[in-house]
T-cell receptor
Framework: SQQGEEDPQALSIQEGENATMNCSYKTSINNLQWYRQNSGRGLVHLILIRSNEREKHSGRLRVTLDTSKKSSSLLITASRAADTASYFCATVDNYGQNFVFGPGTRLSVLP | GAVVSQHPSWVICKSGTSVKIECRSLDFQATTMFWYRQFPKQSLMLMATSNEGSKATYEQGVEKDKFLINHASLTLSTLTVTSAHPEDSSFYIC?????????????FGPGTRLTVL
């Protein structure tokens, strides 16, 4: 079954604004990870949040996890044109058996 | 982060030919590597888990005879798309994780774009 459904599918904002992307999932997880992919390139790991954590920060990134709602959000503050990319969440289930990516959010930051 | 390389970065081939894609883990030895396929504007779909010294584990719906995986060393896994057809055109990406951390952070290669004419 599909895990990690992101929304919105596409997001367009002005430079300097904040961008929020959401990810929902269906089963119990061990951890949830966010990745970034520039067009036609590989993925870059951004942040990992474990099921017993509620919030993590890394530079301009803030990730929250609500296991009761089975959802996570990625906030990018003070966005820059260079943040333009696709962002994917990926969930790892409790057995460490499945590593599943969501459909992704395409973020466009306009200068 | 760890460096993972893929070769080639882009390949164009005729229908019916076979194409080999290499994935190398340059920073650590990887007993496990993962192969993904990504169609345009879509997410990554795990194709198979490559295990050093043993047979790969394929995801449901992925033809093992079509996508041959060889993980002959701790730093190299290859994916061969046999008798490629236009519908196999896609972006193929490999990833590795440090030993014992296969389900934590994964390090991705830059991807290989396959275009089958």
């Amino acid at each position: 079954s599909q895990q990690g459904e992101e929304d919105p599918q596409a997001l367009s904002i002005q430079e300097g604004e904040n961008a929020t992307m959401n990810c929902s999932y269906k089963t119990s997880i061990n951890n949830l990870q966010w990745y970034r992919q520039n067009s036609g390139r590989g993925l870059v790991h951004l942040i990992l949040i474990r099921s017993n954590e509620r919030e993590k920060h890394s530079g301009r990134l803030r990730v929250t996890l609500d296991t009761s709602k089975k959802s996570s959000s990625l906030l990018i503050t003070a966005s820059r044109a260079a943040d333009t990319a696709s962002y994917f969440c990926a969930t790892v289930d409790n057995y460490g058996q499945n590593f599943v990516f969501g459909p992704g959010t395409r973020l466009s930051v306009l200068p | 982060g760890a460096v993972v390389s893929q070769h080639p970065s882009w390949v164009i081939c005729k229908s019916g030919t076979s194409v080999k894609i290499e994935c190398r883990s340059l920073d650590f030895q990887a007993t496990t590597m993962f192969w993904y396929r990504q169609f345009p504007k879509q997410s990554l779909m795990l194709m198979a888990t490559s295990n050093e010294g043993s047979k790969a584990t394929y995801e449901q719906g992925v033809e093992k005879d079509k996508f041959l995986i060889n993980h002959a060393s701790l730093t190299l896994s290859t994916l061969t798309v046999t008798s490629a057809h236009p519908e196999d055109s896609s972006f193929y990406i490999c990833s590795v994780s440090p030993p014992g951390e296969e389900w934590n952070e994964q390090f991705f290669g830059p991807g290989t774009r396959l275009t089958v004419l």
